[in-house]
């Protein structure tokens, strides 16, 4: 398929995509909200400035478009036709960094979750992530309250 945009508009296009407050994003705090859970938002002291930050549950969720994130088997996850070893090289870098994120979390005890863009495209699959998300911070909470005291 041959891109109908001129390199310049295809540049101001990417640009307009936001990093925070995406349509995927705010359905699924919106569906988390209705089921009484409380959650900061953009967690600027953590890294990779998670989704939403539910302290209570020390639990971080990340709202990852397919495309950027690369998630696999997704068909929203393409490789652009044009210029591909510049994509192919941001991609690795994006899903590299996404690990190191994880992982430092992961180290400092917190819960990590990963819903994806994908998963957010009907009301059907808002509310379905949404209770996804509720059964996991139970899980964590249960979990957390099975652990010795130190």
């Known amino acids: 398929m041959v891109d109908t945009l001129t390199p310049a508009e295809r540049s101001m296009r990417m640009g307009r995509i936001r990093a925070r407050d995406t349509k995927p994003e705010v ?9 009484g859970l409380r959650f900061r938002l ?12 539910l302290p209570k549950y020390k639990a971080v969720i990340f709202v990852h478009g397919c ?6 088997g997704c068909k929203v996850a393409s490789t652009p036709k044009t210029n591909t070893e510049f994509w192919v090289d941001k991609f690795d870098k994006n899903v590299a960094r996404d690990a190191r994120n994880i992982a430092f979390l992961l180290e400092q005890g917190w819960h990590v979750l990963v819903v994806w863009e994908c998963e957010l495209s009907t009301r059907a699959k808002i509310e379905g992530s949404a209770d996804a998300v509720a059964a996991f911070l139970k899980s964590t909470s249960l979990s957390s309250q099975l652990r010795p005291s130190s």
């Open 42 to 53: 953009h967690g600027a002291k953590l890294p990779g400035k998670p989704d939403i930050v």
């Open 27 to 35: 359905a699924l705090r919106k569906a988390l909200h209705a089921k």
């Open 67 to 72: 495309f950027w994130h690369r998630h696999k």
